[in-house]
Structures are given as C-alpha cells and as structure tokens.
C-alpha cells in the first residue's frame, strides 16, 4: 500500500514564509504533486516534481527528495488568500493515478 | 473557458434511490477520473477512463458505477444510494493518464438521508 503524512494544520502572518511537509511510503514512486483547495471549491494543481530538487513558481516552490520520500511545499510573502487547503499527491508508476494526502490547513492571519 | 462542468451542483437522496452525476470537460483530454471527498480527508479515487471507451476502478470503487460516454463526458452512478455515500464528488481530467495537471470540476455536494 501506500501512505502520506503532512500536517494537519499550519498557522501563520501575512508576509511570512512558511513550509509545509510531505512524507510519503509507496512502493513505484513517479512523482509527487501538490493541489490547493479553497473552502468549498475544487482543488487547482500547484506544481509536480518527478525528479529531486526545487521548482519554483512564483510565490510558491516545491522540493522533492526521492531518496528520504519527502517533498515539502513552500510559500513566500503569504497574503491572506493563501489560507487554503493544500494537498500533496502521490503519482505512483505504472498506475498513473494519484493518492492524495489528508491535507494541510493554512491559516493566514494579519 | 468552461474546463470541467458537473452537475448537479447539490442534491438529496433518500437511501436506496439512484442518481448520476453528470461531467463534462472541454479541453479535449483522453482521461477522466472521479473522486469523493469527505470531511478531513483527502480526494479518493472512484474509478477513472484513461481514454474514450476504456474505465477502470480507483481506490473506492463499491457501489458505484462509471461510463465514458465520449471523449467529453463521464458519469458516475450510484444505483442504490447508502448514507456512507454521503461526500463531494469532483470529476477531473488530464491530457493523458496520470499527467499533470489534472483540471477539477467543482464538484457535486451529495447527501443521503
């Protein structure tokens, strides 16, 4: 099987950077995603690395580290419409299908 | 620019009645997936259609039902309706299966009483 672990929730101040971890146990790993998923809207794609190191996309970047199965999604000069849900996704090779995490809450404050 | 489209947006069900859930998606993608999600978890996967005429099943796949009816639309069909089916339901699709970035419905809010 295959499992995934970030956090429940995350808090933080307009304009700070903050960093959210994804562990992750699979078997055939391809690559792994990160959705965000505003209160009752639909998830929207973020970034997706297959190999290891750092993508950037704007405010947001996303690491991978294949060999510790860890990847961790950062976002600078937070501003209040980041508060949001924000999913990492387990691509799994072969199945070409995606296991998604529970979740990770971010709370921006003023 | 439309993207994924699901309807309906909400409903109600008494158990053992049938319902589908429409999608439709019109940035010409070959795979469609559906997912359920419920309250602090993640997405699951129903079953998916990596191209026209081929479906397969997901992660949750019992009591559910699936057609591709075309390369545009997929529908999902819940044929006796149980309160543990009570969820979000989104429809998604990608260029081709497994590739990223899979486009999101904005999902359907299903209860059943």
């Known amino acids: 099987g295959q499992s995934l672990e970030q956090p429940s929730e995350v808090t933080a101040v307009e304009g700070a950077i903050v960093q959210i971890n994804c562990t992750y146990q699979?078997?055939?790993?391809?690559?792994l995603s990160w959705y965000q998923q505003h209160d009752g809207g639909a998830p929207t794609f973020l970034s997706y690395?297959?190999?290891?190191g750092l993508e950037e996309t704007g405010r947001f970047s996303s690491f991978l580290s294949r060999s510790d199965s860890y990847g961790y999604l950062l976002l600078q000069e937070l501003q209040m419409k980041d508060s949001a849900s924000y999913f990492c996704?387990?691509?799994?090779?072969?199945?070409?299908?995606?296991?998604f995490g529970t979740g990770t809450r971010l709370l921006v404050s003023p | 620019n439309a993207g994924v489209t699901q309807t309906p947006k909400f409903q109600v069900l008494k158990t053992g009645q049938s319902m589908t859930l429409q999608c439709a998606q019109d940035?010409?993608?070959?795979?469609m997936y559906w997912y359920r999600q419920d309250p602090g978890m993640g997405l699951r996967l129903i079953y998916y259609?990596?191209?026209?005429?081929?479906?397969d099943k997901g992660e949750v796949p019992n009591g559910y039902n699936v057609s591709r009816l075309n390369k545009r639309e997929f529908s999902l069909r819940l044929e006796s309706a149980a309160p543990s089916q009570t969820s979000v339901y989104f429809c998604?699709?990608?260029?081709?299966?497994?590739?990223?970035?899979?486009?999101f419905g904005d999902g359907t809010r299903l209860s059943i009483l």
């Open positions: 998604a699709s990608s260029e081709e299966e497994g590739n990223q970035p899979q486009h």
């Open positions: 699979t078997s055939g790993f391809y690559g």
């Open positions: 690395n297959a190999l290891d």
């Open positions: 996704a387990v691509e799994k090779e072969g199945f070409q299908k995606l296991v």
């Open positions: 940035m010409n993608h070959n795979s």
């Open positions: 259609s990596a191209s026209e005429g081929t479906t």
